[in-house]
């Protein structure tokens, strides 16, 4: 079992920056593709950023290839989402998530935190 638990999330005008973290406790990260997903009220939760932990290119979704950067520590056995250049329509809340593949669809998916809010004013 995988408790994931993210932190960073706040308030941040149009143009800022925000770092978001995601902890694994009860086990490593180690053998799983980690995802850092967004949700609005009313839509669908997506897909932003993805790593392999052990290896691999990172892989992101087309609205966030160039703001956002995804990055792994292995001595905290923590994932990291850097957002640059946020956006209003970045406004989300943010849940980081594990599973076996690598997959930008939920379904994907067997861990997920409970999630952070990122508001951004324009």
């Known amino acids: 079992q995988v408790q994931l638990v993210e932190s960073g999330g706040g308030s941040v005008q149009a143009g800022g920056s925000l770092r978001l973290s995601c902890t694994a406790s009860g086990r490593t990260f180690f053998g799983y593709f980690v995802g850092w997903f967004r949700q609005v009220p009313g839509k669908e939760r997506e897909f932003a950023a993805g790593i392999r932990w052990s290896a691999g290119s990172p892989i992101y979704q087309d609205s966030v290839k160039g703001r956002f950067t995804i990055s792994r520590d292995s001595a905290k056995n923590t994932v990291y989402l850097q957002m640059n250049s946020l956006k209003a329509e970045d406004t989300a809340v943010y849940y980081c998530?594990?599973?076996?593949?690598?997959?930008?669809?939920?379904?994907?998916?067997?861990?997920w935190g409970q999630g952070t809010q990122v508001t951004v004013s324009s």
């Open positions: 998530a594990a599973g076996l593949r690598t997959t930008m669809s939920v379904d994907g998916y067997n861990y």
